[in-house]
T-cell receptor, first 110, second 110 residues
Framework: EDQVTQSPEALRLQEGESSSLNCSYT??????LFWYRQDPGKGPEFLFT???AGEEKEKERLKATLTKKESFLHITAPKPEDSATYLC???????????FGKGTTLSVSS | DAGVTQSPTHLIKTRGQQVTLRCSPK?????VSWYQQALGQGPQFIFQ???????QRGNFPDRFSGHQFPNYSSELNVNALLLGDSALYLC?????????FGPGTRLTVL
């Protein structure tokens, strides 16, 4: 069964304290792994797509990496404005419908 | 360039009623998907439309139906509303596997 699991569920950081979010997946024939940021009550905002093991993408303080079984979202020197829920998703075997994890809620305090 | 737009922003209905939600995709996108997001959960795939036909469907009852128009915009209809249908309904558009989400419609069923 296609599945995406994210950990931790919640993460509290001090401003400037770097950390990583994990996304593990089980799907046959990975056709991309997607990271989104979601603010409360808003729609998910697209961040990155990764397609093959070893691939890395960066955007400001965020860097996403991919292995054959999991992806990491590294956040370097976070700021309070990075506080949000970060969602990971993969297309299922049956088509292009995205299967999402439950997300990691990040809180960064100054 | 306008992104994905959805209407209305919020909606309150009572059990047993019917509701219609609307979505306009991002310019250049021909595929529209709908997702349901309960509080504290990741989005769950409802169905996907391409060329005015339902191409893929998630594990949702027949009370959930949709339509895509020639201009690629889409509607989500839910009949016989239940309390458990209260959620954020997200529309996503894309070409290929990448999906861009709208701001969502918050549906509350009383």
């Amino acid at each position: 069964e296609d599945q995406v699991t994210q950990s931790p569920e919640a993460l509290r950081l001090q401003e400037g304290e770097s950390s990583s979010l994990n996304c593990s997946y089980t799907v046959s024939g990975l056709r991309g792994l997607f990271w989104y940021r979601q603010d409360p009550g808003k729609g998910p905002e697209f961040l990155f797509t990764l397609y093959s093991a070893g691939e890395e993408k960066e955007k400001e303080r965020l860097k996403a990496t991919l292995t054959k079984k999991e992806s990491f979202l590294h956040i370097t020197a976070p700021k309070p404005e990075d506080s949000a829920t970060y969602l990971c998703a993969v297309p299922g075997q049956a088509g292009t419908a995205l299967i999402f994890g439950k997300g990691t809620t990040l809180s960064v305090s100054s | 360039d306008a992104g994905v737009t959805q209407s209305p922003t919020h909606l309150i209905k009572t059990r047993g009623q019917q509701v219609t939600l609307r979505c306009s995709p991002k310019s250049g996108h021909d595929t529209v998907s709908w997702y349901q997001q309960a509080l504290g959960q990741g989005p769950q795939f409802i169905f996907q439309y391409y060329e005015e036909e339902e191409r893929q469907r998630g594990n949702f009852p027949d009370r959930f139906s949709g339509h895509q128009f020639p201009n690629y915009s889409s509607e989500l209809n839910v009949n016989a509303l239940l309390l458990g249908d209260s959620a954020l309904y997200l529309c996503a558009s894309g070409s290929g596997t990448v999906r861009f989400f709208g701001p969502g419609t918050r549906l509350t069923v009383l």
